[in-house]
């Protein structure tokens, strides 16, 4: 228990560290970043755009430790200022619309990477030599080897443009009204089913390889032969003895993957015009829009933390030796 | 005697590793009757665990059973397939493993891990099997919260407690102890040691007792065999062996221990080093440290030479009276 507080109380301390680089980094550009803002946006902008910039730097008159307090502020009401590219919609608005579809995107291929990964890996390890182990850990290496790029561009070459059995691009086709429905969703797997796939090929590789070799050594443990030797059943001693320990590391990693993939569904997005994070960081660099490239930023960092939190959550629960060392 | 528990046949069993066979096990015989306890001793590496490991089929991936029988029960188990196998293991024939310490599962419960020994070979409503379970670790001298206890919250000598406690769970009629208490404090080791010779005479299971502590083994024992790089040395009952050593390996042994209630050691105070057995020597696989070694030593194996009833010995001269007395 004391543990899981500390453990929050680091994430909170790194989400302040996070909220406070997201406050002074405007500040430290060279010159007067307000003005220089201004300068570029005046013609373009009316009256009302530049205020809420104003408003979203904290850059209102009074001393630095105002300002910081009000930005703080604002943050905590979820008010993260006003987007330039989608002006007048609000930053939270924005991201809130593209966060659903990164989560999804990126949520899925997570969880579908890892445990098709892990699952085969355990596989290739129980069947050792066998044609899982001969054939798959080389397959999606060599795949995982490609640039991911390289992959994806392929795949929507072959299987969406030339077969024309995936659609290129977008969350849902435009002609169907999003809703709770058979079609709505079928729609949306369809579309997901390229971005996800080929994230799960590209990645697959590393969760499969990790636990095949951890599981190896774990099979030659003295308690693996022990529950042989107890005359249990294989399913039971290769999942309850064996997996649940070979896991461990894997559980690990999975919290530092969840940062990376977060990144990593920029590519995605891009290269399928998903509406997501990525694809809205995209529109935000382009478009010089900062308050939406500062919340996106915000956003993924407190995503990942709030993940890698549930992650030692999950860990606390699988491995019983870190609840003692941690009370 | 009564028809054997145990019986194993001219046992060979091989390692296969990437720079040749190592013949771990080379035909060894040994019986063990019903009730008994037979103490197994010999120096590390000489093939103890490899022995207990063949006997219960669960040997490491790189190691072959290459020839020989082992007989339990009447049953030939070297012809049991894994169906049979799993019936058969933990329900008649139970192990302690050398070093219990990594025996445990790390991640789930002491208890968890005696409720799904007792389910894997009985059907058992939940609180029958729960109070068995207490059963056995009152039977060890183990507090009923070790249930619910993980392995990292335990000492070594309880951890061990837990093993046997396994080790009884299905009332089997041989339990395989290897080196039981390596690795604990004497005082542990001897309390273990007494609880599992007063379980033993209650419930009336054989011992097979691997150890390298030749004086802890004939304490304990009733017969004893002495291995020696991978072959049964000497055999004999624990009197036989300890008033006439027969083998020169086991006097050389013996006069390691001045006294039996002294300082227990471990079977290193003879010169020389063990024989590698990726390339034994040739002959007695002794000769090279024996202080009477002949001839016909270096050339030929020595079969097995009944020295007295029930007490045998492989060695060349142990046919006269007695080897060791120059
Ligand atoms: N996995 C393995 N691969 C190759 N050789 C092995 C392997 N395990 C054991 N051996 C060899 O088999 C021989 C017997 O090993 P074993 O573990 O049975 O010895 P032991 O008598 O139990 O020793 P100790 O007293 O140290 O436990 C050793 O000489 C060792 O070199
Ligand atoms: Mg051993």
Redesign the pocket.
């Given at each position: 228990m004391l543990y899981l507080l500390k453990r929050l109380g680091f994430y909170l301390i790194a989400a302040f560290a996070a909220l406070t680089l997201n406050f002074f980094l405007p500040r430290l550009m060279p010159g007067d970043p307000a003005t220089a803002l201004f300068a570029r946006f005046r013609g373009r902008l009316g009256p009302e755009a530049l205020e809420a910039l104003r408003e979203t730097f904290g850059l209102t008159e009074g001393p630095l430790i105002t300002q910081y307090f009000t930005y703080l502020a604002h943050v905590f009401r979820g008010d993260l200022g006003i987007s330039i590219a989608y002006f007048p919609a609000p930053v939270s608005e924005v991201i809130g619309n593209g966060l659903v579809w990164t989560v999804f995107i990126a949520g899925s291929s997570l969880v579908l990477s890892f445990a098709l990964g892990t699952l085969l890996g355990i596989a290739a390890a129980w069947w050792r030599r066998g044609w899982i182990d001969t054939w798959l850990p080389a397959t999606f290496t060599l795949l995982g080897a490609f640039p991911y790029f390289w992959l994806a561009m392929v795949a929507l070459y072959l299987l969406g443009f030339t077969l024309g059995w995936f659609p290129l691009g977008h969350a849902y086709g435009d002609d169907i009204s999003p809703g709770w429905n058979a079609t709505f969703i079928g729609d949306l797997f369809r579309h997901a089913a390229l971005p996800i796939g080929t994230v799960v090929l590209g990645t697959m590789g590393g969760w499969l390889l990790s636990m095949r070799n951890t599981m190896i050594g774990v099979l030659g443990s003295d308690f693996v032969n022990l529950a042989r030797a107890k005359g249990l059943s294989p399913a039971r001693v290769v999942l309850r003895y064996a997996a649940r320990n070979a896991l461990l590391p894997s559980v690990t990693g999975f919290g530092m993957a969840l940062g990376f993939v977060l990144g990593g569904s920029l590519l995605t997005e891009v290269v399928f015009s998903y509406p997501g994070q990525g694809y809205l960081f995209v529109q935000a660099v382009r478009n010089q829009d900062y308050p939406l490239m500062q919340g996106v930023f915000l956003v993924i960092t407190l995503a990942v933390l709030a993940a890698n939190w549930c992650v030692d959550l999950l860990y606390l629960w699988l491995d019983p030796r870190t609840r003692d060392t941690a009370s | 005697m009564s028809r054997p528990l145990l019986e194993v046949r001219n046992l060979r069993v091989e390692?296969a590793?990437a720079s040749g066979l190592?013949r771990?096990i080379d035909d060894v015989s040994l019986t063990l009757h019903p009730g008994e306890i037979l103490g197994i001793a010999?120096e590390?590496?000489?093939?103890?665990?490899?022995l207990a490991q063949a006997i219960l089929r669960v040997l490491?991936p790189?190691a072959i059973i290459t020839g020989g029988a082992v007989e339990f029960e009447g049953r030939d188990l070297l012809g049991l397939d894994e169906s049979e196998l799993r019936a058969l293991r933990w329900s008649r024939i139970s192990m302690v493993f050398?070093g219990a310490m990594d025996a445990l599962n790390p991640v789930i419960t002491v208890g968890e891990q005696i409720l799904d020994t007792l389910r894997a070979h009985a059907r058992m409503e939940p609180t029958v099997a729960r109070n068995r379970a207490l059963e056995l670790l009152r039977m060890v001298g183990l507090p009923n919260d070790c249930l619910s206890s993980h392995a990292h919250q335990l000492s070594g000598g309880m951890r061990q407690r837990v093993g046997i406690a396994l080790a009884l769970a299905l009332h089997p009629a041989l339990v395989i102890l290897d080196?039981p208490t390596t690795a604990l404090d004497v005082i542990v080791e001897r309390e273990i040691l007494e609880g599992v010779r007063a379980l033993q005479q209650k419930l009336g299971f054989a011992v097979l007792f691997i150890t390298?502590d030749l004086a802890r083994m004939l304490e304990v024992s009733d017969r004893v065999a002495i291995f020696y790089g991978g072959r049964v040395a000497e055999v004999g009952t624990a009197d036989q062996v300890r008033r006439s050593p027969a083998h020169p390996y086991t006097q050389g042994l013996l006069r390691a221990f001045p006294s039996l209630h002294g300082d227990p050691g471990r079977l290193a105070s003879i010169p020389g080093a063990p024989p590698t057995?990726r390339n034994p020597p040739p002959g007695c696989r002794f000769h090279p440290r024996c202080p009477v070694a002949v001839e016909a030593c270096r050339i030929s194996a020595p079969p097995m030479i009944e020295v007295a009833p029930s007490h045998r010995a492989a060695c060349h001269l142990a046919a006269s009276e007695s080897p060791g007395d120059r």
């Open positions: - | 390692y590793t190592v771990a010999g590390s590496g000489s093939g103890k665990s490899t490491p790189p050398q080196e390298h057995l």
